[in-house]
């Protein structure tokens, strides 16, 4: 059970849950609730990369920092069993949303995403451009249950979307700004530093609730 827990751990599993319900309710306006479910779980598969990807790509930076919140530095998990999840857990997230209710094209919509996501944690954390992978992953979200419809996704979805994946960054950053700019981890919010990357974030949140009233 440790090792399950360490797993859940990993994978940012708070985000991943509010990312999964975002799908899941969304999903009910679009498709039935059998489908919305499965679509869910293929959602969820997705994060599980992203999450897993990110704490095995960090694990010498999080060691660097004694970050015992993080299961491979507290132990509880290996990087050997994280990597044969992964394993596992990326092709299987691509079947389970091509063959899924969001079909060829929405399910290829959100692997980008995903693949965003695993670029972010790769390369884009490190630079200026550190929030575009967020804009384009949560753009990608809500557009790929659309597509998925044959509809055209409207633009409040995905222009909110970008707005909130962009702030949702800038405050994810926030917590390890201090020691991400010890590690020279150069990414928007780290240059920006603490002060200006909580403004950027409100400013965005602002934005992105006048786009949903002016739009929806």
């Given at each position: 059970?440790?090792?399950?827990?360490?797993?859940?751990?990993?994978?940012?599993?708070?985000?991943?849950?509010?990312?999964?319900?975002?799908?899941?309710?969304?999903?009910?306006?679009?498709?039935?609730?059998?489908?919305?479910?499965?679509?869910?779980?293929?959602?969820?598969?997705?994060?599980?990369?992203?999450?897993?990807?990110?704490?095995?790509?960090?694990?010498?930076?999080?060691?660097?920092?004694?970050?015992?919140?993080?299961?491979?530095?507290?132990?509880?998990?290996?990087?050997?069993l994280l990597m044969r999840c992964l394993i596992?857990?990326?092709?299987?997230?691509?079947?389970?949303?091509?063959?899924?209710?969001?079909?060829?094209?929405?399910?290829?919509?959100?692997?980008?995403?995903?693949?965003?996501?695993?670029?972010?944690?790769?390369?884009?954390?490190?630079?200026?451009?550190?929030?575009?992978?967020?804009?384009?992953?949560?753009?990608?979200?809500?557009?790929?249950?659309?597509?998925?419809?044959?509809?055209?996704?409207?633009?409040?979805?995905?222009?909110?979307?970008?707005?909130?994946?962009?702030?949702?960054?800038?405050?994810?950053?926030?917590?390890?700004?201090?020691?991400?700019?010890?590690?020279?981890?150069?990414?928007?919010?780290?240059?920006?530093?603490?002060?200006?990357?909580?403004?950027?974030?409100?400013?965005?949140?602002?934005?992105?609730?006048?786009?949903?009233?002016?739009?929806?």
């Amino acid at each position: 059970m440790s090792k399950v827990n360490g797993l859940r751990l990993a994978s940012h599993f708070g985000p991943t849950v509010i990312v999964t319900t975002i799908s899941l309710t969304l999903s009910f306006f679009y498709t039935s609730w059998q489908n919305s479910i499965i679509i869910a779980f293929g959602v969820a598969l997705g994060q599980l990369v992203v999450g897993w990807s990110n704490d095995l790509y960090d694990y010498a930076d999080d060691l660097s920092h004694q970050r015992m919140n993080k299961p491979l530095v507290k132990g509880t998990i290996t990087r050997e069993l994280l990597m044969r999840c992964l394993i596992i857990m990326v092709p299987l997230s691509f079947l389970a949303n091509l063959l899924g209710p969001l079909g060829i094209n929405g399910g290829l919509v959100y692997m980008f995403g995903i693949a965003c996501g695993v670029a972010y944690n790769l390369y884009f954390k490190f630079n200026i451009f550190s929030p575009l992978p967020y804009a384009l992953a949560f753009a990608a979200l809500p557009s790929s249950i659309v597509i998925a419809q044959e509809q055209t996704p409207p633009v409040w979805m995905w222009l909110g979307g970008a707005l909130f994946g962009v702030a949702a960054h800038f405050v994810n950053v926030l917590k390890d700004i201090d020691e991400d700019q010890i590690s020279g981890i150069g990414g928007l919010p780290q240059r920006l530093g603490m002060r200006k990357s909580i403004i950027s974030a409100v400013v965005l949140i602002a934005l992105g609730v006048i786009v949903l009233i002016a739009l929806l």
